[in-house]
């Protein structure tokens, strides 16, 4: 079965510096790759996902991700934080219908 | 736009009841998902369902059952309420493997507190 892990459980980063958020995962098959963001008493937004296309993929609120085979990694990138990306980011990995595995999150905290 | 909603955003229930937990999804998705949610473990599935009547143990099912009897409504029940059940609830949707992007879109929520 597939798995992921979170590097982090806290980042903290400054107003306009980069963020980098790391994921690894886990799976003997090509798998899909999806970032989420949860803010405070929300549920999960989808930010990116990656299905075997382009390996730089690029999402909302200006984030990109990465996939790399050979690392097994599909890490989390924005050039210059904003105070709004304050959040619970979760990193998945899926290769079939019932089987999503999400990494245990990774909480952004932007500092002006 | 798309849509999942549940039937409420904060529960406070005591041990022993019975509760049930129901969301709704419009976009007529065959996969629908529940979750619960606890800090530092990420999200465990603890049901989900492929289609009407349909439904497979997730990784921690002990204590829930589902419902799904229409295709767009997925109810969690817990058949006697326990505080180590205390967490917030997610419930998520999703086409089938092979259409379309098959991303899950989750609902806001329950926070559900047993006391």
């Known amino acids: 079965a597939q798995s992921v892990t979170q590097l982090g459980s806290h980042v903290s980063v400054s107003e306009g510096a980069l963020v980098l958020l790391r994921c690894n995962y886990s799976?003997?098959?090509?798998?899909?790759l999806f970032w989420y963001v949860q803010y405070p008493n929300q549920g999960l937004q989808l930010l990116l996902k990656?299905?075997?296309?382009?390996?730089l993929v690029k999402g909302i609120n200006g984030f990109e991700a990465e996939f790399k085979k050979s690392e097994t990694s599909f890490h989390l990138t924005k050039p210059s934080a904003h105070m709004s990306d304050a959040a619970e980011y979760f990193c998945a990995v899926s290769t079939r219908d019932n089987d999503m595995r999400f990494g245990a999150g990774t909480r952004l905290t932007v500092k002006p | 736009d798309v849509k999942v909603t549940q039937s409420s955003r904060y529960l406070v229930k005591r041990t022993g009841e019975k509760v049930f937990l129901e969301c709704v999804q419009d976009?007529?998705?065959?996969?629908m998902f529940w979750y619960r949610q606890d800090p530092g473990l990420g999200l465990r599935l603890i049901y989900f369902?492929?289609?009407?009547?349909m439904k497979e143990k997730g990784d921690i099912p002990e204590g829930y059952s589902v419902s799904r009897e229409k295709k767009e409504r997925f109810s969690l029940i817990l058949e006697s309420a326990s505080t180590n059940q205390t967490s917030m609830y997610l419930c998520?949707?999703?086409?089938?493997w092979g259409q379309g992007t098959y991303e899950q879109y989750f609902g806001p929520g329950t926070r559900l507190t047993v006391t």
């Open positions: 990656y299905t075997s296309a382009a390996t």
């Open positions: 998520a949707s999703s086409s089938v």
């Open positions: 369902s492929y289609d009407v009547k």
């Open positions: 976009m007529d998705h065959e996969n």
């Open positions: 799976s003997s098959v090509p798998p899909y």
